[in-house]
């Protein structure tokens, strides 16, 4: 095949990608495109671009792992810690004076893009701390990366990606051993990974809680807004939202109120 995709070519692939996922690609990235699209061709040992279309568009799986291939991955534990300082110090406490009011003894979290499950398993460590009795909570962690999930539901994690962890949550939440670090079963059990598209509704309601980073730049403002939307309609009355410290609901006509706390910027529905 030709060392890039033709216009035609890219055209016809963008509009899909864009269909099913929301993702946008222009032409600032269409060479991660190209160069993932050429890598999908060379391990299904097939040699034309429209052959692959004809695929993807009829084949749900390969669907999903061309989708999985052109998405970026990267993730750690605790990444942006002003956000975490924000979820211990003031939405946790404010969450629990609500939870008061109603009887409510459940916090529920959704990672959405959680990617390998860094994420996730911090928030996880940060409320197995901080949570007392009698209170719990669940989290659901989704990704369009099916082979990030997997990543994330066997919870191993190689030496050099457990930076960041403090000492003492590294002791209490993993067990070691030569290759690495296991999240301990007790940690794994508060965590669902499941596959989730951000274009379509989770079918979740009541969240308390929502963490979306990093992902909305991968989408153009419809979609942004069709995916903000979705967030509201599935959080409860008192909830906050996370989104990556380089993006922003800004000139966005959404119903979220933006929240600026000691320690960062969210945004909460509050009604």
């Known amino acids: 095949m030709a060392d890039l995709l033709t216009d035609a070519e890219f055209d016809k692939f963008r509009k899909i990608i864009y269909d099913e996922s929301g993702i946008t690609f222009s032409a600032t990235n269409r060479s991660i495109l190209d160069s993932r699209l ?3 061709l060379r391990e299904k040992n097939m040699a034309s671009i429209d052959d692959y279309y004809n695929l993807i568009i009829s084949n749900k799986d390969e669907m999903k792992t061309m989708l999985d291939s052109v998405t ?10 002003p956000h975490f300082d924000a979820l211990i110090n003031y939405v946790v406490p404010h969450l629990l004076e609500e939870k008061k009011k109603t009887g409510d003894k459940t916090i529920r979290v959704w990672s959405a893009g959680c990617s390998t499950g860094e994420e996730p398993y911090t928030i996880a460590m940060i409320l197995k ?11 659901m962690a989704s990704d369009i990366s099916l ?4 990543v994330g539901k066997q ?8 930076a960041g962890i403090p000492e003492n949550y590294l002791s209490r939440f993993f067990t070691k051993n030569e290759q690495g670090y296991q999240v301990n079963r007790d940690l794994m059990s508060t965590i669902k990974f499941d596959y989730h598209n951000l274009r379509n509704d989770s079918g979740s309601r009541n969240l308390d809680i929502i963490f979306c980073r990093n992902v909305l730049i991968y989408f153009d403002e ?12 599935s959080m409860g009355n008192h909830s906050y939202l ?18 600026k706390t000691q ?9």
């Open 222 to 233: 419809p979609a942004q807004l069709a995916t903000v939307n979705r967030f509201w309609n």
């Open 147 to 150: 082979k990030s999930l997997m």
């Open 129 to 139: 701390d901080i949570l007392p009795a009698p209170y719990n909570f669940q989290i």
């Open 72 to 81: 970026t991955n990267l993730t750690r534990f605790f990444r942006n810690q």
């Open 242 to 259: 996370f989104i990556g410290h380089s993006e922003s609901l800004f000139g966005m006509n959404t119903k979220f109120e933006f929240l």
């Open 155 to 162: 919870g191993f994690y190689p030496n050099s990606r457990i």
């Open 263 to 271: 320690w960062a910027c969210l945004y909460q529905k509050n009604v």
């Open 38 to 40: 050429k890598e999908r």
